[in-house]
């Protein structure tokens, strides 16, 4: 549990992740998403990155709702809690949401004033199969952030399969669910990334 919320603390940098409203107290909004084709994210006989990279470009879309709606609301409302559920497996969530209260505690200052998406780029599958995926990432939470994410180790995402019971918004259009988003303090792959 230590590791995994050094790693999900370590995600917002050494300045926190807090945000104020607006100046002109307008709700942010994220950027639209519209589509006429529906992407299909059945799980392919061969697990590649280019098939994680179009999920997590689905989870970061998500993580960007998770965090407009705790602006949006300025609390972790039961919708906010409800995106976590559907992004994350147990012991991120509970991670989570602990970072969480404290950046509201902190007054939310370093959010961005529009929170984006996260960008993630798969720069290594390191196993594949149909109950945990973990890769090697460029994960860029800046646009979430109201200054540059700060430089850390080699980060690493683990996937493992959705819970469909922790999804009763039906919000995350996956069949996968993170178990792992962050990194180790030696930089290497997490142990037991796949634990839910």
Not at 122 to 140: E, Y
Request: glycine fraction near 6%; proline fraction near 9%.
């Amino acid at each position: 549990m230590l590791a995994t919320l050094v790693s999900l603390t370590a995600c917002w940098g050494s300045g926190g992740h807090q945000r104020t409203a607006d100046k002109d107290g307008a709700s942010p909004t994220g950027p639209s998403s519209t589509t006429s084709t529906t992407v299909s994210y059945a799980v392919p006989a061969t697990i590649d990155a280019a098939y994680v990279e179009k999920v997590m470009k689905a989870l970061d879309h998500l993580y960007g709702d998770a965090v407009r709606q705790l602006v949006t609301d300025h609390a972790m409302s039961d919708r906010f809690i409800k995106q976590l559920l559907a992004l994350y497996s147990k012991t991120p969530f509970e991670g989570y949401q602990v970072v969480w209260r404290k950046s509201l505690n902190d007054g939310l200052k370093s959010i961005a004033p529009q929170p984006g998406d996260p960008l993630t780029h798969i720069q290594a599958v390191l196993q594949a199969s149909p109950t945990c995926v973990v890769v090697q990432v460029d994960r860029d939470l800046s646009p979430t952030l109201a200054r540059r994410q700060d430089e850390s180790p080699q980060r690493f995402v683990a996937l493992i399969p959705k819970d469909p019971a922790r999804d009763p918004l039906i919000a995350n259009p996956t069949p996968w669910t993170m178990s792992f988003d962050g990194y180790t303090q030696t930089g290497k792959v997490p142990e037991g990334p796949c634990e839910p």
